[in-house]
């Protein structure tokens, strides 16, 4: 395995979810699985943003250099530290007539030996990745929709 792909559709604005989505520093006050985000340095448009989260229990934490372009409602990550270090996402944001569907693409190129190898990458991909971008997606959902439901 070295790709994996979340995906979901929500019904309501595109740019709400790509406003939430880009701000990943509020990520732990909606996101309960989120421990924390710090913003560590932001330069033209590159920022580098510490992460931590939670897999039932089990702490994760990486360091990412996140871009983004507006335009195309697409948001980057390159993961440049912790266990993940190599690793690249996508966020992709597409309006369209079953809803905005939101894909997030994980490239687990990775470069720290000890998960580099297939059955690393699997742990790391299906057990750690997919299931926090999973749950991830359903807590955004949830709030963009419950958000529609309250505007007019």
Known sequence: MKDTENVVFIQGAADRVFELAWAVEQWPDWLPHYRWVRLLAEDGGKRTVEMAASRTGWPVRWISHQWADR????IRFRHVGGLSR???VEWRIEPGPEGVRVAIHHELCLETPVVRSAPGRWVVGELFVKA?????LACL?????AESRRSP
């Not at 959902?141 to 929709?145: F, G, P, Q, S, W």
Request: proline residues 0%; charged residues 45%; without cysteine.
């Open 141 to 145: 959902k949830a709030r963009v929709e």
């Open 71 to 74: 335009e195309g409602r697409r």
């Open 86 to 88: 190599g690793m690249d």
């Open 132 to 136: 926090i971008a999973s749950r991830t």
